[in-house]
């Protein structure tokens, strides 16, 4: 089975953190099991051979440079696995919104910035980190490999990448989220228990956070949950149709 898979971090060596280790584990599952295609992005502490070494892992890699990392000397490219150079230029990505702008430190123009982000967070209904951490080019990529028949299924590893996932590949592949931890979940959490840093905005994002979620779960085949608490909060969040998302199985249109 030939699975295309979108890590916005990468995953290699696994030493940064939760959502690292969790893909890396399970892309070594995967690897010895399935041909993995891989799409993920390069920030500036990844060296080149961490990306070799990752490519001894994976059938395909693809690496692109990460939307918020200052430009390199080779922006603009990739070298996939068999050593071809691709352009990684804006291809665009129908319903994307404009970058947001960067905050100021202090005065109006920090407030202003806030401002904004909110307001894009309401308008478009996806979270800033989000759209700040997407690549049109991984997005091209990704929907000449779906449009040609390249996969049986698309995993996306952490809710950040539900971004590159259209809905209506599910009419020709499976598609699965693996959520890591739920975003509503995790915000309603902190404020419960008072450790939220900045209540009054989690206050805020919380409603836009459920929605969000359930607007992007709809859109997968498969919606699989890390832990028990992940599973319970989004068997809490998602509607009575769609409950059964939490950790079991969905059915999915059959693949071609």
Sequence with gaps: MKILMFSSTFPYPPTQGGTQVRTWNLLKYLSSHHYVILGTLRSPDVTDAAIDELRQHVAELAVFPHPLAPPQP?????????????????????????PYPPSTEGGLNRILGKVHRFNQFVLSGTPPNVISSYSPAMQHWADELVAFGKCDVVTSEHSVNEIYVRPEWREKVLTV???????????????????????LRDRLNLPLLARYEKRYCSKFSRIVATTETDRQQLLELLSPADSRRGGAPVPAPPCP
């Design 177 to 199: 989220a693996n959520i890591h931890s739920s975003v509503w979940g995790t915000c309603r959490q902190m404020l419960a228990t008072g450790t939220s840093e900045k209540p």
């Design 74 to 98: 080779r922006a603009g490219l990739f070298r996939g696995n068999h050593g071809e150079i691709a352009p990684t230029e804006n291809q665009g990505f129908v319903g994307a919104m404009p």
